[in-house]
T-cell receptor, first 112, second 112 residues
Framework: ETGVTQTPRHLVMGMTNKKSLKCEQH?????MYWYKQSAKKPLELMFV???????ENNSVPSRFSPECPNSSHLFLHLHTLQPEDSALYLC???????????FGQGTRLTVV | KQEVTQIPAALSVPEGENLVLNCSFT??????LQWFRQDPGKGLTSLLL?????REQTSGRLNASLDKSSGRSTLYIAASQPGDSATYLC???????????FGDGTTLTVKP
């Protein structure tokens, strides 16, 4: 596979569940990102990892926990979510923070 | 707090027309500015990235300009095509290459 792959594409979870979103990039990039896109709200950058270290956390609630075990994989662990967390979660990667990011197709999350 | 505004919110043009999308931001202390496109039900595609020291970037029929002092960027699309129909987003990153702020987007429709 090439590009940025996100799994699952769709996820429905209850507020007491624990789930994880996965992102994998095959582009040799060294920076990875999680974005959140909610209905009727601007896109939000949640987390940034550069060289496997978290370099940015934009005031995201602790019920979202990112993990970057290596430069090709990025996870977003979810627990005790709220219905307002329902959104499209997008992963992206880039070769350094000065280069355009490449995006995955996203995971459509619904919290019930 | 950085605020990003995109005007107009929606634009409809006949095929072949040249057009300009606008993006304004309130804090001129930015690191870079990016333009993206989003097709309905799909992820994002990065279009252009302009560093704060640059004035413009070009890719094919797209040209993005940046006037940091006035807090403005424009995306110029030449000879528009129906395939250009999408929502165009701009985003600015702050001085420390950290927090990114997105606009609400301009939805472009190019009619055959």
């Amino acid at each position: 596979e090439t590009g940025v792959t996100q799994t699952p594409r769709h996820l429905v979870m209850g507020m007491t569940n624990k789930k994880s979103l996965k992102c994998e990039q095959h582009l040799g990039h060294n920076a990875m990102y999680w974005y959140k896109q909610s209905a009727k709200k601007p896109l939000e950058l949640m987390f940034v990892y550069s060289l496997e270290e978290r370099v940015e956390n934009n005031s995201v609630p602790s019920r979202f926990s990112p993990e970057c075990p290596n430069s090709s994989h990025l996870f977003l662990h979810l627990h005790t979510l709220q219905p307002e967390d329902s959104a499209l979660y997008l992963c992206a990667s880039s070769q350094g923070r000065d280069r355009l990011p490449f995006f995955g197709q996203g995971t459509r999350l619904t919290v019930v | 707090k950085q605020e990003v505004t995109q005007i107009p919110a929606a634009l409809s043009v006949p095929e072949g027309e040249n057009l300009v999308l606008n993006c304004s931001f309130t804090d001129s202390a930015i690191y870079n500015l990016q333009w993206f496109r989003q097709d309905p039900g799909k992820g994002l595609t990065s279009l252009l990235l302009i560093q704060s020291s640059q004035r413009e970037q070009t890719s094919g029929r797209l040209n993005a300009s940046l006037d940091k002092s006035s807090g403005r960027s424009t995306l110029y699309i030449a000879a528009s095509q129906p395939g250009d129909s999408a929502t165009y987003l701009c985003a600015v990153s702050d001085t420390n290459a950290g927090k990114s702020t997105f606009g609400d987007g301009t939805t472009l429709t190019v009619k055959p």
